[in-house]
């Protein structure tokens, strides 16, 4: 029997294991069975009585097992018995699908295939009801009906559009959609036989609005493809389509716009008829439209511009020429006279970008009148009101004549540039315009034709270079730059060389950079010698020194390490040439004689020079400090050269303008290469005066720190301090007792201290020391509180004790290390412990001194220590406030130090201590954060904690605002100069309280509310005129601290939300009744009014306001009774606010 006979004879029900076999033979790549060699090698009608023995055969396995029950029979297993097994049915469906789809590809014409069509369509109604699991058999399903719909056969539309839905939906779903995106797209004619208006095809059709939601379907090529294809699909789609990608907009990338744009594009040139009309009208107009008429700050401007700047570089089609002119005829014209400055600027950037706007199909003489009327419109556009026009128009100038200068008249081109160089560039109105003609300038020069009249008329524009805006001036430079780089002109024809030094000596980075960049090769021409390079060096600062210092900080980034390396060895040279001494130079000068010819009379004794080449080898130095620690071969021949010679150097330039560089010089090197110096350097420290300048020491300490000796400075402070103290007993002066006996300089040690920990480099030096220095240093700062208590209590002042100034300082440098060693601890709390113990000092012996005296004789003694005491209060509580700025203060240190507070404001004059209170309650609330309750409400004693510390803030803010109200009352002008010191902290304050939601916190704008009423309902009970019931109108014309409090609260719209909810909320719970509450409340309302804030809330006060106001009416009003004007006046003012 031959192998079709036997493959004819297996398919049916009673042999569909020998049927199996075969199936598994031809999967099976070793052997030499073949489905498709079977089927076409069988006759016509062998083929057909197979399709119907297979039918039959897929007919019967799907009777006993259909695929709805297949998952379940297999999830069940064993529980259920049923008629046939699923993988058995699976494997039957896959092998009858797989000889359906080797038929198809043999199927000749006039073939009958009724029997074929039924498989399929079994088959068919199996994929639509295959569950997703199935995938291998769903795909073989999937290509047959796939394969149906390309063959053409009959009821193709039915199995295409099924095909075509799967393939769609898995394009969605597969994390590597490209092979279903191809296949969507070579199915795409399927879409033909759908009806859109049709409900059976509106799962299909959005599905394919999905598309455009689909980032691949939009960057890949069949997915573009099939994209451009949508619009040509049904006419009504295609504002579905735009609709579409105009709500997806905001979110595309730039990259994303661009693929999109193609596809527009690509779907417009395709057009014709009523699809061509519809793209247009419906999308590119709309588009033009939106980019004329949208605000700037939209999030879709710039992509919607970005859509329409594309058609913009498809100019020089006549087509696209056509339809530019057809679609903006009516929009572009009216907008370029539009009132709204917007649309006239958003207009010109379209005009002047798709210039010229023309119609092709005219003859040439229409369009030179079309082009001549739109080129006057651009110069008209130069002189708008509006500077954004202005500089919007100075683009579109400059993109023309870069790009139509050889099409234009010459005199054309003279008047547009001459209106840019000599009117816009000096528009005194703007910066912006002047900032546009030099940025847009580059775009001209880059058209070579353009350079010849530039070069006359640029030099017009040398003063821009001291524009008092700063992006003016760069701009500038940034033009000169170009004109450099394209040889347009000569850049110091432009701009004097002299005016370029003098602005690079001055001004800021963004602009000495620029210069740099201008002047780098005029100044140090790397292809030159060594020997030009210091030429170029001395002339530079004998030019201008200053812009010499400037001009080698940028150096390093123009050129390699190795070149300035070698720079400052030329330098070296020329300095060793300089040294006037019976030393053998030939020993130190290692240069050849012919620039020691050059460089001496170049220099003599010329110490403005000398000192600028060693500043200038400093700077250098400095910017190759990282490579040359990289490199240790280079660092040591460069500190071995350098090293030799520094003795001389600080013998010769003895003057201080050359120790200070050559002081700086000696820092980048070991102390062992300059050991003359390194060995005085301490000595030199210890025998400073007292009253020693900042540029005296902070150099010395510099180097010492660099040398690894900061633990010798801090001996010499703590020694210092400890010598400086007042020792019982002892009548003779304090000395010393190191090395040289030198009187003990606290103030010079705190000098010393203060600029250790400013500076980032030498603090992270003294705090790597260690403990021990350290803590010594900590507990001899912490000695001086005697000397300040001694201060305090003493009524005179003992001339041999430290000054009170000199122990407040050192107060001060105690808690400020303590912050610092704690900060740098790793663990414990040894130093904020005591923080806390300088804090419990603070209120068992310095706020007693807060009370005031009550004797007279005592008078001179309070007059003293008052201010002394707040001093030293004030100062504890700022290191306490940035120990919490930094998140070290733990639960503890918290509640000492808002105890502290509290102890502090009881004080009688507490008071003054109040500007620094409030940035300690700012911190302590910011610490924990609204968010940290909310997200842990397991945490039940957390948040009672929490809660506690936030009652006590809330209880002392309430305290605060009292003492600012009992001083206003007491001493008006002392309480207001007291408001004004506290406003800043009360807005840090109240900016971290309005987060809050909810008690305690919520108490903040109920303390406020309520001052504000009683001061406002006070000021009312004591009118007796009439005529003295006028509501404010600002927080000028309110009480003294209602004013304060208010112009804070309106600082910030989040905290006038929060007070009109606060006002709302007692109005509603009746707190506020009497008719004097509630026209303070109206006068309130009234001054916020008139700010124009908070609407909204703003106007739900109100109503609130006008459900008691009611209660209080009278029938008729007497001009004589106060309360009846109060009720009238009210009453006019809740109106005003209603807009009724």
């Given at each position: ?13 009673e042999?569909?294991?020998e049927f199996?076999r075969?199936i598994q033979?031809h999967?099976n790549k070793t052997e030499?069975?073949?489905?498709e060699?079977?089927v076409?090698?069988?006759p016509?009608d062998?083929?057909q ?5 297979l039918?039959s ?14 998952v ?6 064993m529980?259920v018995e ?7 049915v699976m494997?039957v469906?896959?092998?009858?699908t797989?000889?359906a789809?080797v038929s198809l590809k043999?199927?000749?014409?006039g073939?009958?295939?009724s029997a074929?069509l039924?498989?399929t ?9 295959l ?19 390309k063959k053409?056969l009959?009821?193709?539309e039915?199995f ?17 959609p490209g092979a279903?995106i191809?296949r ?9 036989s759908?009806?859109?208006?049709s409900?059976?095809d509106k ?6 609005i999905q598309c ?6 939009i960057?890949s090529d069949?997915?573009k ?7 040509s699909w049904?006419v ?5 389509i735009?609709?579409t990608i105009?709500?997806?907009?905001e ?9 999109i744009t ?5 779907a ?6 009523d ?5 247009e009208n419906?999308c590119i107009?709309?588009f ?7 605000h700037r ?5 710039a992509k ?5 700047s594309?058609f913009h570089?498809?100019?020089?089609c006549?087509k696209?020429?056509?339809m530019?002119?057809n ?9 370029l006279?539009?009132p709204?400055f917007e649309?006239?600027a ?8 798709a210039f ?6 005219q ?9 001549q ?13 509006h ?6 128009a100075?683009?579109g100038?400059?993109k023309?004549l870069?790009?139509c200068?050889e099409?234009?008249p010459?005199i054309?081109?003279?008047?547009f540039?001459?209106?840019l160089?000599m ?8 910066p912006?315009v002047?900032?546009?003609v030099?940025k847009?300038?580059?775009i001209?020069l880059?058209?070579?034709?353009s350079?010849p ?5 640029l ?7 001291h ?6 001036r760069?701009a500038f430079?940034d033009?000169l730059?170009?004109v450099?780089?394209?040889r ?5 024809d432009?701009?004097?060389?002299d ?7 001055i001004?800021s980075?963004?602009?000495s950079?620029?210069?740099v960049d201008?002047?780098?090769?005029s100044?140090?021409?790397v292809?030159d ?5 210091c030429?170029?060096c001395?002339?530079?600062?004998q ?6 210092r400037?001009?080698y ?6 050129t390699a390490p190795?070149n300035i ?5 030329a330098?070296?040279r ?5 040294i ?6 030939s ?6 004689k012919e620039n020691?010819a050059?460089?001496e009379?170049?220099?003599?004794k ?13 700077i ?6 990282k490579a ?5 071969e280079?660092q ?11 003795a001389k ?6 003057d201080?303008r ?6 700086q ?9 300059v050991?003359?110096?390194s060995c005085?350097?301490l000595s ?16 010395l300490?510099?180097c ?21 103290l ?12 190191i090395q040289?006996t030198?009187?003990?300089?606290p103030?010079?040690?705190?000098a ?9 480099s ?21 000695n001086?509180?005697l000397?300040?208590?001694?201060h305090?209590?003493?009524p005179?002042?003992?001339p ?7 122990a407040?300082?050192?107060f ?20 904020l ?5 300088v ?8 706020l ?5 005296r009550?004797?007279d004789?005592?008078?001179d003694?309070?007059e003293?220590?008052?201010p ?8 504890f509580?700022?290191?306490?406030r940035?120990?919490?700025?930094v998140?070290l203060g733990?639960e ?8 502290l ?6 004080s009688?004059a ?23 309750n ?7 004693n957390?948040e009672d904690?929490?809660t506690?510390v936030?009652g006590v ?7 605060i605002v009292?003492?600012l109200a009992r001083?206003?009352r ?6 207001k100069q ?13 900016q ?6 909810k008690?305690?916190?919520?108490g903040?704008f109920s303390?406020?509310f ?13 009118i007796?005129?009439?005529?003295e019931?006028i509501?404010p109108?600002?927080v ?26 606060e006002v ?7 707190a506020?009744?009497s ?9 309130v309302?009234?001054v916020i009014?008139?700010?124009g ?6 106007k739900?006060a109100a109503?609130c306001?006008?459900?008691q106001?009611?209660?209080h009416a009278?029938p008729?009003?007497d001009t ?8 009238e ?5 809740l109106?005003e606010?209603?807009?009724?």
């Amino acid at each position: 029997m031959s192998k079709r006979e036997a493959f004819l004879e297996a398919a049916c029900q009673e042999n569909v294991e020998e049927f199996l076999r075969f199936i598994q033979l031809h999967k099976n790549k070793t052997e030499p069975f073949d489905v498709e060699e079977v089927v076409q090698e069988m006759p016509r009608d062998q083929r057909q009585t197979l399709w119907g023995k297979l039918a039959s055969l897929l007919q019967d396995v799907l009777q006993e097992l259909p695929p709805e029950r297949w998952v379940q029979g297999r999830d069940e297993g064993m529980e259920v018995e049923l008629a046939a097994d699923p993988k058995h049915v699976m494997a039957v469906v896959d092998g009858v699908t797989l000889v359906a789809a080797v038929s198809l590809k043999v199927l000749q014409d006039g073939d009958t295939y009724s029997a074929l069509l039924e498989i399929t369509h079994r088959l068919h109604d199996v994929l639509v009801s295959l569950p997703v699991s199935e995938a291998p058999l769903q795909l073989h399903i999937h290509k047959l009906c796939e394969a149906w719909w390309k063959k053409g056969l009959k009821e193709k539309e039915q199995f295409g559009r099924t095909a075509f839905f799967i393939s769609l939906q898995k394009s969605f779903i597969l994390k590597k959609p490209g092979a279903e995106i191809q296949r969507v797209w070579s199915l795409h004619d399927v879409l033909w036989s759908l009806d859109y208006t049709s409900e059976g095809d509106k799962q299909i059709i959005n599905l394919l609005i999905q598309c455009f939601h689909r980032p691949i379907y939009i960057r890949s090529d069949d997915g573009k493809r099939f994209l451009v294809f949508l619009f040509s699909w049904n006419v009504d789609f295609i504002w579905v389509i735009h609709g579409t990608i105009k709500n997806q907009l905001e979110f595309y990338s730039k990259k994303m716009t661009t693929h999109i744009t193609e596809i527009y594009f690509r779907a417009w040139n395709k057009a014709s008829g009523d699809f061509l009309e519809r793209i247009e009208n419906s999308c590119i107009q709309d588009f033009m439209q939106n980019a004329i008429f949208l605000h700037r700050t939209s999030p879709v401007h710039a992509k919607v511009r970005q859509i329409v700047s594309y058609f913009h570089t498809r100019k020089g089609c006549s087509k696209v020429d056509k339809m530019l002119c057809n679609l903006y005829k009516p929009i572009l014209w009216k907008a370029l006279s539009a009132p709204n400055f917007e649309v006239r600027a958003n207009a010109t950037l379209l005009f002047t970008e798709a210039f010229p706007v023309h119609d092709p199909e005219q003859n040439n003489k229409n369009i030179d009148e079309v082009i001549q009327k739109q080129l006057d419109t651009v110069m008209g556009l130069l002189d708008d009101p509006h500077p954004t026009v202005r500089s919007n128009a100075t683009l579109g100038v400059c993109k023309i004549l870069a790009k139509c200068w050889e099409l234009l008249p010459s005199i054309i081109i003279t008047d547009f540039l001459k209106k840019l160089v000599m009117e816009l560039a000096a528009d005194n109105s703007s910066p912006d315009v002047r900032c546009s003609v030099f940025k847009c300038l580059t775009i001209v020069l880059d058209n070579t034709l353009s350079h010849p009249i530039l070069e006359k008329l640029l030099p017009t524009l040398k003063y821009s270079l001291h524009d008092n805006s700063e992006k003016v001036r760069t701009a500038f430079l940034d033009m000169l730059i170009k004109v450099k780089a394209v040889r347009a002109a000569k850049f110091w024809d432009v701009c004097n060389m002299d005016h370029l030094l003098a602005r690079l000596a001055i001004d800021s980075h963004p602009v000495s950079k620029r210069i740099v960049d201008l002047l780098y090769k005029s100044f140090f021409p790397v292809n030159d010698s060594e020997s030009e390079w210091c030429c170029r060096c001395i002339t530079l600062i004998q030019m201008n020194p200053m812009a010499a210092r400037k001009f080698y900080q940028h150096a390093h980034k123009h050129t390699a390490p190795t070149n300035i390396i070698k720079l400052m060895l030329a330098i070296r040279r020329v300095l060793n040439s300089c040294i006037q001494t019976d030393t053998d130079l030939s020993q130190i000068n290692d240069s050849n004689k012919e620039n020691s010819a050059q460089a001496e009379p170049l220099l003599g004794k010329d110490l403005v020079v000398v000192s600028s080449l060693l500043e200038v080898v400093a700077i250098l130095w400095r910017s190759v400090e990282k490579a040359l620690k990289q490199n240790e071969e280079a660092q040591k021949y460069t500190v071995a050269k350098f090293g030799n010679v520094m003795a001389k150097y600080f013998q010769a330039f003895e003057d201080e303008r050359c120790t200070v560089p050559l002081i700086q010089l000696a820092s980048f090197m070991p102390p062992a290469a300059v050991p003359t110096f390194s060995c005085g350097i301490l000595s030199r420290l210890r025998r400073m005066d007292s009253g020693a300048t900042l540029t005296q020491y902070s150099q010395l300490l510099d180097c010492m720190c660099c040398w690894g000796q900061a633990a010798d400075i801090l001996e010499l402070v703590t020694d210092w301090l400890t010598e400086a103290l007042p020792k019982q007993g002892a009548n003779t002066n304090r000395r010393v007792r190191i090395q040289e006996t030198v009187e003990a300089k606290p103030d010079l040690a705190l000098a010393y201290l203060e600029y250790l920990f400013s500076n980032t480099s030498t603090r992270e030096k003294v705090l790597a020391l260690g403990q021990k220095p350290l803590k010594q240093l900590h507990t001899v700062l912490g000695n001086w509180r005697l000397v300040l208590y001694t201060h305090l209590s003493s009524p005179t002042e003992d001339p041999k004790s430290p000054s009170m100034e000199t122990a407040l300082k050192v107060f001060m440098y105690h808690v400020r290390l303590g912050a610092h060693l704690q900060h740098n601890s790793s663990e414990g709390r040894e130093y904020l412990l005591s923080l806390e113990h300088v804090a419990a000092w603070v209120a068992e012996r310095v706020l007693p001194f807060l009370a005031k005296r009550t004797n007279d004789d005592d008078d001179d003694e309070s007059e003293k220590s008052q201010p002394l005491a707040a001093q030293i209060t004030e100062s504890f509580l700022t290191v306490c406030r940035d120990v919490l700025l930094v998140g070290l203060g733990d639960e503890t240190f918290k509640g000492q130090i808002l105890h502290l507070c509290s102890l502090t404001l009881l004080s009688e004059a507490g008071y003054l201590c109040i500007p620094a209170v409030l940035p300690i309650l700012k911190e302590v609330v910011d610490s924990y954060g609204p968010e940290d309750n909310n997200n842990n409400p397991a945490q039940e004693n957390e948040e009672d904690a929490t809660t506690v510390v936030l009652g006590v803030v809330g209880n002392i803010f309430q305290k605060i605002v009292e003492l600012l109200a009992r001083r206003l009352r007491k001493e008006p002008e002392e309480g207001k100069q007291l408001c004004q010191s506290a406003v800043p902290g009360l807005t840090d304050f109240l900016q971290v309280a309005v987060t809050w939601d909810k008690a305690p916190l919520r108490g903040v704008f109920s303390t406020l509310f309520a001052v504000i009423i009683v001061e406002k309902r006070h000021l009312l009970q004591k009118i007796t005129h009439p005529e003295e019931v006028i509501a404010p109108e600002s927080v000028e014309d309110m009480p003294p601290l209602s004013s304060i409090l208010l112009s804070v609260i309106l600082k910030l719209p989040s905290l006038t939300r929060a007070f009109l909810t606060e006002v709302c909320s007692s109005l509603d719970s009746e707190a506020i009744s009497s008719l004097s509450e509630l026209a303070s409340v109206l006068h309130v309302l009234a001054v916020i009014k008139h700010t124009g804030q908070s609407k909204a809330g703003l106007k739900s006060a109100a109503i609130c306001v006008q459900q008691q106001l009611y209660k209080h009416a009278v029938p008729s009003v007497d001009t004589r009774d106060i309360q009846g004007v109060i009720y009238e006046t009210s009453l006019k003012t809740l109106n005003e606010i209603l807009d009724l």
